[in-house]
């Protein structure tokens, strides 16, 4: 049987990356920008999910079933994808973060020393610091000496940007503008301080600026499409109660099998941090995919927020949360702040 399989001696299963908790961030809604980002993503809402509502509707039924696991092309942008005001933010890294760990994080975020690195990103002559993003739709405006380093750092969030190849992409973004070209050495600085203290998970990427506007992977498994009643019929048919609750068992519990929870509610809240960690960046794979040419020229030049101050840095835990008035409605969605440093205002 030398010629036979080897069994067992197949590569060993690959180890599991270690579930991601918070992420370290600039948050975008603050006093002055929220009524500016609430009147800009319900105009771009009603400009692009009008005329599509029932390919946005036939998105929903694909469910999470086998058929809607191949990629889906359309010009429409699913009402879910769009994110809701209150997640709006800049993400600076990922953590993954056990309770030890997590206060190690918040300490040091609570001894950063703001206003060092504020003068510091100011002194340095960044060649890179001229655009937050190679993409962003336009230059920053060269720094002025009349503005002291250690001034709030004041941005916009203009125009829109696809994350890939405009006709196929997930994800669509505002990069944001700084007049004083701070921002970016600033996250740079902030970012390795956390990097050199081992808390965010290794990325090689180069650190992409960018506030999230529509990212299709918040427009699918939100729903698990039932089996062919001919199949239920069939499985009730030849194995009785017990082929039946199995099936059953598939479609209220499978998500629970495979993440090993018994408790197949407590496992569903997980999906939207798989989300935020599939979402973001370059190699991000969502199966409903947005030809967006139309819509990147119709927003080129599109305000969502100007002349506003950043107030803080943050640690967030992964996933928004839903925020439901007295009456059990959702009036909005936002990250839970762990911990965070302001900034100067």
């Known amino acids: 049987m030398a010629g036979g399989k080897n069994h067992g001696r197949g590569k060993p299963p690959a ?50 079933d086998e058929s809607s696991k191949s990629e889906t092309i359309t010009s429409s942008v699913h009402p879910k994808a769009i994110r809701p005001v209150g997640a709006l933010h800049c993400t600076l890294g990922v953590m993954s973060l ?41 230059p920053l405006v060269n720094s002025t000496d009349s503005l002291p380093n250690a001034a709030p750092l004041r941005i916009e969030l203009k125009g829109l940007v696809s994350m890939h190849a405009p006709q196929k992409t997930s994800i669509l973004y505002s990069a944001p503008v700084d007049r004083t070209e701070r921002l970016y050495p600033f996250c740079l600085a902030v970012q390795e301080k ?79 941090e798989q989300g935020e960690v599939e979402g ?26 100007e002349d506003f101050a950043l107030d803080r840095i943050a640690i967030c835990e992964m996933g928004a949360k839903k925020i439901t008035d007295d009456k059990g409605k959702v009036v909005a969605e936002e990250y839970t702040e762990v911990a965070i440093v302001k900034l100067p205002t």
């Open 15 to 64: 180890q599991k990356k270690p579930p991601l908790t918070h992420f370290l961030c600039l948050p975008l809604v603050t006093r002055d920008s929220k009524p500016q980002l609430q009147a800009s993503v319900e105009k771009f809402r009603n400009i692009v999910i009008t005329k599509n509502e029932q390919t946005a509707s036939q998105v929903d039924d694909a469910g999470d």
């Open 280 to 305: 973001h960046g370059p190699n991000a794979n969502a199966p409903l995919k947005i030809d967006a040419t139309a819509i990147l020229e119709r927003f080129k030049d599109f305000v969502w927020a």
């Open 194 to 272: 956390f990097k050199e203290s081992d808390f965010l998970v290794k990325d090689d990427r180069k650190l992409k600026l960018h506030a999230t506007i529509v990212n299709t992977i918040y427009a699918k498994g939100k729903k698990q499409r039932p089996p062919p009643k001919w199949k239920m019929k069939q499985q009730t048919t030849t194995s009785g109660q017990a082929a039946l609750a199995s099936s059953t068992e598939g479609l209220a519990g499978g998500r629970t099998a495979a993440s090993g929870d018994k408790d197949g509610d407590e496992a569903s809240p997980k999906k939207p």
């Open 98 to 138: 056990d309770e030890k760990k997590l206060e190690e994080a918040k300490e040091l975020l609570r001894h950063v020393d703001i206003p060092h690195l504020l003068q510091h990103a100011g002194s340095q002559n960044h060649g890179q610091a001229t655009a937050t993003d190679a993409a962003a739709s336009e």
